[in-house]
């Protein structure tokens, strides 16, 4: 199959799974720092299952396809994505609550879990009402802040396989450590997400959430596109202090900056590329390294233009 058959394959076959389907759809429509070229076929799938089908008959037919949550935490390059990027951010339903359980779809906006939590009267996620990802994004990098992270409180995980085949991995099996997740090396397609809380005072539960998210919005500049963090934290410090000791806050880069209210998060000013991202990337890298003696590893996942 040359490559124009194998995405009319996959197109054919995600109508037929009642997916919407875009040719040629721009990446910076679906990352929050608003940067990416067009990807060859971008599929909206109505549910987690039909996500992972769709992913694993890319994979069948050789096909570069991958998961994309909200788009939060990856940069796409100038160049776009040759093949299939794969979207199950349409479940606005599912999330359900059980006892001291909430259940949710990993297409599940994790601020919807939260406010469906708190109205529930179940306490232990506040931390991440104001993490703009996904359910299946958040497992995949063990999102957190503010002291809590989502291997405190996740239950289980429901995942599907190459094969079709769905296992329900408990908190242990998930391998969860600093932004990091068994499914970074599983290639497996996680579907759902089981959390257990803690029966709290919904008032109280709310104004915490409200805390941090005003802690956030003081100390972080919401009001640019950005993908959060651009570096994970090194042993002993914050990348933030150390780009700052560095020198860089403010440093420009064509439409890009460090950004001068916190100098872990890089900035689209409004008409930013991937180039000059990664560029300031490398650039806050070598200096930190120089200055500071601190090796930064970039927390955002930066995804090829092809599979190499
Ligand atoms: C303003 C802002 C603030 C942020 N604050 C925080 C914070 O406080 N703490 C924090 O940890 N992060 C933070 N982030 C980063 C980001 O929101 C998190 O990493 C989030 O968990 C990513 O979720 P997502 O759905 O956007 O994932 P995406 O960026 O879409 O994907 C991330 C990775 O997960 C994989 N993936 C997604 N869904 C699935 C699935 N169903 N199955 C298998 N793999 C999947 C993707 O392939 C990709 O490799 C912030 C980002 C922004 C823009």
């Known amino acids: ?130 993490i703009p990802g996904t359910v299946g994004g958040a497992v995949y990098m063990n999102a957190g802040a503010y002291g809590g992270e989502i291997k405190n409180i996740v239950k289980s995980v429901r995942a599907m396989n190459s094969s079709g085949k769905v296992t329900a991995f408990t908190a242990d099996e998930l391998e969860l450590g600093y932004r990091c997740s068994r499914f970074e090396s599983t290639d497996e397609v996680i579907l759902s997400a089981e959390f257990e809380l803690t029966p709290a005072d919904p ?32 042993e002993g410090t914050y990348a933030g202090l150390v780009i700052e000791q560095s020198g860089l806050k403010g440093a420009v880069q064509g439409g890009a900056m460090i950004s001068e209210k916190h100098a872990n998060f890089i900035i689209n000013l409004g008409n930013a590329t991937a180039e000059d991202i990664t560029t300031l990337i490398a650039r806050a890298q070598a200096e930190v390294k120089r200055a500071t003696g601190y090796s930064l590893e970039p927390e955002v996942r930066l995804i090829p233009e092809s599979r190499e």
């Open 203 to 234: 008032k109280i539960i709310l104004e915490k959430m409200e805390e941090l998210m005003a802690r956030r919005k003081s100390r972080q500049p919401l009001e640019y596109p950005s993908f959060g963090s651009a570096f994970k934290r090194p």
């Open 1 to 130: 199959m040359t490559h124009r058959e194998k995405i009319d394959f996959i197109r054919q076959k995600a109508f037929a799974c009642g997916a919407k389907v875009f040719d040629s759809e721009p990446l910076s429509k679906h990352t929050t720092v608003r940067v990416g070229g067009k990807c060859d076929l971008m599929i909206l799938t109505p549910d987690s299952e039909t996500a992972a089908r769709l992913y694993f008959a890319c994979k069948d037919i050789s096909l570069y396809s991958m998961i994309l949550g909200n788009g939060s935490n990856c940069l796409f390059s100038d160049g776009g994505f040759r093949g299939a990027v794969i979207v199950s951010t349409c479940e606005k339903s599912g999330i359900t609550v059980n006892g001291n359980t909430v259940s949710a779809p990993s297409g599940a906006m994790l601020i919807n879990v939260c406010k469906v939590a708190q109205e529930a009267g179940l306490g232990g996620m506040e931390f991440a009402y104001g």
